[in-house]
């Protein structure tokens, strides 16, 4: 893209009205910048989601472990899904971090992303610890397995792609709950 197609986007879409799915493919070229900022809204951390989603779902296909990336991979994904409620709240005013305490899946997301960047949760209620503690291969590829405990003694095991499949869809349900559209 040049300075002169850059230009007609610009025009086309004014300059504080970005369409950040059209900026995300763009050629560069070196006489050409982009703003980023444009795409800091809560449809690119939906997208960012959707992607560590993949990422997740191409290690379970592989056929060689490497623990590190692995575990960085799930953390991640559940990491920037955590943080989706925030980016959705703070743009459209809707509950979306009170409602991602209500499902269950949510609330493991929000305890594997917290244990992830806390190490140990240790403030009040009745806070989930969520860890990826066990990966494995079988026919099918690698998997991984997250177990959580909370302050109450109960505790379980549950596949990290299934748990983030299960997040994925929750949002997708407060989205047509809220009349919210991800793909603008």
Same mark, same amino acid.
């Given at each position: 893209?040049?300075?002169?197609?850059?230009?007609?986007?610009?025009?086309?879409?004014?300059?504080?009205?970005?369409?950040?799915?059209?900026?995300?493919?763009?050629?560069?070229?070196?006489?050409?910048?982009?703003?980023?900022?444009?795409?800091?809204?809560?449809?690119?951390?939906?997208?960012?989601?959707?992607?560590?989603?993949?990422?997740?779902?191409?290690?379970?296909?592989?056929?060689?472990?490497?623990?590190?990336?692995?575990?960085?991979?799930?953390?991640?994904?559940?990491?920037?899904?955590?943080?989706?409620?925030?980016?959705?709240?703070?743009?459209?005013?809707?509950?979306?971090?009170?409602?991602?305490?209500?499902?269950? /899946? =949510?609330? %493991?997301? +929000?305890?594997?992303?917290?244990?992830?960047?806390?190490?140990?949760? #240790?403030? @009040?209620? *009745? &806070?989930?610890?969520?860890?990826?503690?066990?990966?494995?291969?079988?026919?099918?590829?690698?998997?991984?397995?997250?177990?959580?405990?909370?302050?109450?003694?109960?505790?379980?095991?549950?596949? /990290? =792609?299934? %748990?983030? +499949?299960?997040?994925?869809?929750?949002?997708?349900?407060?989205?047509? #709950?809220? @009349?919210? *559209? &991800?793909?603008?």
């Amino acid at each position: 893209m040049n300075c002169q197609a850059a230009q007609e986007v610009l025009n086309e879409y004014g300059s504080t009205t970005w369409n950040a799915a059209r900026w995300a493919k763009i050629q560069l070229s070196a006489d050409v910048s982009v703003p980023v900022v444009a795409q800091r809204t809560w449809q690119r951390k939906w997208r960012d989601v959707q992607h560590d989603r993949k990422s997740v779902a191409d290690a379970y296909q592989g056929n060689q472990l490497d623990v590190n990336d692995f575990t960085r991979r799930i953390e991640r994904f559940f990491k920037t899904c955590h943080e989706l409620g925030d980016w959705i709240e703070e743009e459209t005013g809707l509950p979306a971090k009170a409602f991602a305490k209500t499902p269950p /899946a =949510l609330e %493991l997301c +929000d305890a594997v992303a917290q244990t992830a960047k806390h190490h140990t949760r #240790r403030q @009040s209620g *009745n &806070p989930i610890t969520a860890v990826v503690v066990k990966l494995f291969g079988d026919q099918s590829g690698i998997h991984a397995d997250i177990a959580w405990t909370d302050t109450l003694g109960r505790s379980g095991t549950n596949d /990290a =792609l299934q %748990l983030a +499949d299960q997040c994925i869809a929750e949002w997708e349900t407060f989205f047509q #709950r809220e @009349s919210l *559209n &991800p793909n603008s």
